[in-house]
């Protein structure tokens, strides 16, 4: 039976780091991930990252599914590596939804973590999540919800968007957004609906409320 360490890994003191990890296909949560850096680096002291996960399909594959223009869209973006978690007192992560769960991208680099889970580097970061779907109802709720599954795994401190957002709750347009974390409706394909204004807000809601908890946590 591994002994897991019970101390809180957050140090006090200084700027905190905050890192967006995400993986997107078409672009879509890449503009998410943005706004949510965005909202991140407004709150004084945060040190924000943005990093993708690694790609697993393959160059030819991505050609078949219309892919390739998009990808180079942010393919400045550095590649998040195991070093991008444990150097972090925050860390937000954002997938598209894969029939209500995590895009398999994703959960390829999280299945790399097994070392650190059992050194307990993660243990009392704060972990945040935002997705996007093809659909209203295409499983935004219940990416997060899986998803967060993970980060306590780890014994991450799980921060969501609180109703205080009120974004969230319009009635005036249809959009992603739940007390769960930011999310978007992206449609099918490349040339599709982009995030519009108010999820994106949401989003910017998300870093800025994201790195607000951790401040505290950090004792900035």
Same mark, same amino acid.
């Given at each position: ?7 809180? &890994? ?10 967006v990890?995400?993986y ?18 407004? #709150?004084?002291?945060a040190? %924000? +990252? ?8 393959t ?10 223009? $998009?990808k ?6 550095? %590649?998040a590596?195991?070093?991008n ?7 937000i ?13 994703? *959960?390829?680099?999280?299945?790399? @973590? ?13 972990g945040?999540?935002?997705? $996007?779907s093809?659909? !209203? /109802?295409?499983?935004q709720e ?5 998803? /967060?599954?993970?980060?306590? /795994?780890?014994?991450?401190?799980? &921060?969501? #968007?609180?109703?205080s ?9 249809? @959009? ?7 999310? @978007? ?6 040339? @599709?609906r982009?995030? $519009? ?6 989003? *910017?809601? !998300?870093?800025?409320? #994201? ?6 946590l950090? +004792?900035?």
């Open positions: 039976m591994l002994s897991m360490p019970s101390t809180m &890994v957050i140090q006090t003191g200084g700027n905190m780091k905050i890192n990890i995400f997107s296909l078409y672009g879509h949560n890449y503009k998410m991930a943005e706004a949510v850096a965005e909202g991140a680096r407004e #709150v004084k002291g040190d %924000v +990252g943005l990093f993708q996960v690694p790609e697993t399909f160059p030819d594959i991505l050609e078949k599914m219309g892919a390739t223009e $998009s180079k869209s942010f393919e400045h973006i550095p %590649v590596t195991i070093e978690l444990t150097e972090a007192d925050a860390i992560f954002g997938t598209p939804t894969r029939f209500g769960m995590m895009a398999a991208q994703m *959960r390829a680099f999280l299945d790399r @973590t097994g070392g650190i889970w059992v050194k307990g580097s993660l243990i009392g970061k704060v945040s999540v935002f997705t $996007s093809s659909t !209203q /109802h295409g499983g219940s990416t997060i919800l899986s998803f /967060h599954a993970t980060l306590l /795994h780890h014994g991450m401190i799980i &921060v969501g #968007v609180p109703y957002e009120t974004r969230q709750s319009t009635l005036e347009e249809i @959009t992603g957004g739940s007390p769960y974390g930011a999310s @978007t409706i992206a449609g099918s394909g490349a040339n @599709t982009q995030p $519009s204004e108010n999820e994106l807000g949401i989003a *910017r809601f !998300q870093g800025r409320h #994201v790195a607000e908890i951790t401040k505290r950090v +004792g900035g």
